[in-house]
């Protein structure tokens, strides 16, 4: 199994840019996490989605962030426009719902720079 | 709300001995799961090991077990013969039963293993 898969690795980009992060989560996990980490607080939720569905936005900080998943293998999570203070790291998270053996596995991450 | 507190921002251990890291939880919930996770400078997060709340035993994987307190809302990990490679920041994780999988993490105890 080649585990959940983020895109890209890292990501530069400048004030005002659209940036879009990219995450396949395990095949057969029906729940899909996206966290960001920062120094300051932590790993903060930010949206999950089950089975495709959109279960609870409330961690998304503004407007200018948007989340999506058109299908079970496939998600994004969009920011325009970009600004200095969204400079984290973004995790994208997998899991198998209502099964008895909830874990949740991660992605390595993509560490995103705002300049 | 449920809410989980690491009191420990930093530790340190002497190469081979033991360590524990505290953790505390809130909820009113009955049924609910508990995770320690690893990040090593990697950033990758693993799983390092899970309770069910309804299992008075406590887990162990190898080196590492827990003593889960549930009246007390305790779950701390111990490190034994720690190595080097046991050098990370350690996240306490709780997820509620039959709710889509929602975790809610600690702030996290930086662990370094001194040779």
């Known amino acids: 199994d080649a585990g959940v898969i983020q895109s890209p690795r890292h990501e530069v980009t400048e004030m005002g840019q659209e940036v879009t992060l990219r995450c396949k989560p395990i095949s057969g996990h029906n729940s899909l996490f996206w966290y960001r980490q920062t120094m300051m607080r932590g790993l903060e939720l930010l949206i999950y989605f089950n089975n495709n569905v959109p279960i609870d936005d409330s961690g998304m900080p503004e407007d200018r962030f948007s989340a999506k998943m058109p299908n079970a293998s496939f998600s994004t999570l969009k920011i325009q426009p970009s600004e200095p203070r969204d400079s984290a790291v973004y995790f994208c998270a997998s899991s198998i719902g209502g099964s008895g053996t909830e874990k949740l596995f991660f992605g390595s991450g993509t560490q995103l720079s705002v300049l | 709300a449920q809410t989980v507190t690491q009191s420990q921002p930093e530790m340190s251990v002497q190469e081979a001995e033991t360590v524990t890291l505290s953790c505390t939880y809130d909820t009113s919930e009955n049924n609910y799961y508990l995770f320690w996770y690893k990040q090593p400078p990697s950033r990758q997060m693993i799983l390092v090991i899970r309770?069910?709340?309804?299992?008075?035993q406590n887990a162990t994987e190898n080196r590492f077990s827990v003593n889960f307190q549930k009246a007390a809302k305790s779950f701390s990990l111990k490190i034994s013969d720690s190595q080097l490679g046991d050098t990370a920041m350690y996240f306490c994780?709780?997820?509620?039963?039959?709710?889509?999988?929602?975790?809610?993490f600690g702030t996290g105890t930086s662990l370094t293993v001194i040779p």
């Open positions: 309770q069910e709340a309804y299992k008075q």
């Open positions: 994780a709780f997820m509620r039963s039959n709710t889509g999988n929602q975790f809610y």
